[in-house]
Nanobody, 125 residues
Framework: QVQLVESGGGLVQPGESLRLSCAAS????????VGWFRQAPGKEREGLSC????????YYEDSVKGRFTLDRHNTDNTVTLQMNSLKPEDSATYYC??????????????????WGQGTQVTVSS
């Protein structure tokens, strides 16, 4: 069964950290572009960090640059998102995605073949 499953969300205070994990099954994540997206209530889903195999670099959206780090773990077919210095505005449902042929970059598009079910992150004092 092909699927992505996120874990690691929760409730934290401003300034704290969380590490999200996304486990792939039924396919080899190393052969795909991978990305982390988030969607807050009433807002569109936005791309935060994506690794596209076309240029071998990792993109970070400006609001998370320097705070979030995407890592690919090929040995266990997972991708993680380390989130530091969390802010209330980071509260959202976080999704991982994988796409075999991603050319448009870190934006929501049909190029992303698989999506996880999402994990909730709440940053509040």
């Amino acid at each position: 069964q092909v699927q992505l499953v996120e874990s690691g969300g929760g409730l934290v205070q401003p300034g704290e950290s969380l590490r999200l994990s996304c486990a792939a099954s039924g396919f080899t994540l190393d052969h795909y572009a991978v990305g982390w997206f988030r969607q807050a209530p009433g807002k569109e889903r936005e791309g935060l960090s994506c690794f596209t195999r076309s240029n071998g670099t990792t993109y970070y959206e400006d609001s998370v640059k320097g705070r979030f780090t995407l890592d690919r773990h090929n040995t266990d077919n997972t991708v993680t998102l380390q989130m530091n210095s969390l802010k209330p505005e980071d509260s959202a449902t976080y999704y991982c995605a994988a796409g075999e042929w991603v050319f448009r970059g870190c934006v929501v598009s049909p190029e992303w073949d698989y999506w996880g079910q999402g994990t909730q992150v709440t940053v509040s004092s």
